[in-house]
């Protein structure tokens, strides 16, 4: 199972026993503060994961600043950072993915006030890394 968060965070768990198997962390991403800090994998708060349909990636969604979007995908195998992009179609809050792993769909809105016009859906291709 995999969980993200409101800390900017994505983490695998073991079900068995509760324990954290894995902890993403974007390398392009730097933390800071004067106390220890969790890695960071999103720009902004995490809103949604989905597995790949064969289990070997893991795809992230969630904010970024100046009202975009951050679409991540990760190796299940060893939590490396596959393809990551901020895009201009305002925060993702929901995805989907085909069946064959090859589309995304993207539901996108504003962050804050609504903004007329910015609440769409989009259908990408997988990023080429995936492959």
């Known amino acids: 199972m995999a969980s993200g968060s409101s800390d900017r965070t994505i983490k695998s768990w073991n079900l068995s026993d509760g324990s954290v198997v894995r902890e993403y962390a974007n390398p392009n991403l730097k933390t800071s503060g004067p106390n220890p ?66 589309l995304l769909a993207l539901g996108t809105g504003s962050q804050g006030r609504p903004v007329q016009d910015m609440n769409s859906s989009f259908v990408l291709k997988m990023p080429d890394a995936v492959k």
């Open 37 to 102: 800090v969790p890695a960071v994998a999103h720009p902004g708060w995490v809103y949604g994961l989905r597995f790949t349909p064969d289990g070997r990636y893991l795809v992230s969604i969630g904010g970024a600043p100046q009202n975009k979007g951050f679409l991540g995908v990760w190796s299940t195998a060893d939590g490396r950072l596959v393809s990551g992009e901020e895009m201009p179609l305002g925060s993702f809050y929901a995805v989907a993915l085909s069946a064959d792993g090859k």
